[in-house]
């Protein structure tokens, strides 16, 4: 446990890393990307590739309260077309990760965001029809399940492109929520044992750290939970787009 406070040196540092706490407690259960933003900052606490391995745990926690809450809500034919693909992007991202240092890592971390954000506003510009047409062609879920692996294995990075994703396919705030909890919770307790035994960037300091981040977690799960029924869809697609486009800049100037 002593270990684990010296990953953090000053008071500023502590709340900061409570704060990105509570916005990925926020993300899985509802108010999707707000966790992206921590990103960027858990990368100026801890180092961008370092930071992936304190950050995914403090993920897993938060996907298990959020698939407890939503264990019944998802949609799992959304889920099957994802998987396959991603399960390809997330090994190649782990074999790519042991050559990159970590500058690189943090400007990749950022092209995956601003992939997603880019395929976003496109597709909020085409027609309905289009957007119909695109979604069921046989590779689509295929080449996001791709991207969603390789960006989830380089950085967590991957809550813009799965959102597009989402909000393609014109799920309910709820669905959204929940089918990307369940999706995401899958490749992260994959990446468990290949960032421990490969990348070798998993610590006991790191989850006793994450330990004491728990509550502030769980707060920001109910935080999530009582907002997304709150905020009116329209809005909802609003908030998400917006979250988008400052967590790729945060992580480009930071």
Not at 185 to 201: E, G, R
Not at 219 to 240: D, M, N, T, Y
């Amino acid at each position: 446990m002593a270990d684990a406070l010296h990953l953090i040196s000053s008071p500023s540092g502590w709340i900061l890393y409570f704060l990105c706490a509570m916005l990925i407690g926020m993300s899985k259960t509802g108010i999707q990307n707000i966790g992206t933003l921590a990103v960027p900052l858990f990368a100026f606490l801890f180092g961008a590739k370092y930071s992936t391995g304190i950050v995914l745990i403090l993920l897993c926690f938060a996907d298990v309260v959020a698939v407890i809450y939503y264990r019944k809500a998802f949609l799992w034919s959304e889920v099957k077309k994802l998987l396959p693909a991603a399960i390809i992007g997330l090994i190649i991202g782990l074999f790519l990760g042991n050559y990159l240092n970590d500058k690189t890592f943090k400007i990749l971390i950022g092209i995956c965001i601003i992939i997603g954000m880019i395929i976003m506003i496109w597709l909020e510009k085409v027609s309905t029809k289009t957007q119909e047409r695109l979604t069921e062609h046989r590779w689509y879920s295929p080449i996001f399940g791709f991207i969603l692996g390789f960006s989830t294995m380089i950085g967590n990075a991957a809550g813009p492109a799965l959102s597009v994703y989402m909000l393609s396919k014109r799920l309910d705030k709820i669905t959204f929520a929940a089918t990307s909890a369940w999706f995401i919770i899958l490749l992260n307790f994959t990446k468990i044992p290949l960032q421990a035994f490969v990348w070798h960037n998993l610590s006991w300091a790191g989850f006793y750290l994450n330990v004491l981040a728990f509550p502030f977690i769980f707060l920001g799960g109910i935080i999530g939970i009582r907002l997304v029924k709150i905020i009116p869809e329209k809005q909802f697609r609003a908030l998400i787009m917006t979250l988008v486009i400052i967590s790729a800049t945060l992580l480009i100037i930071i």
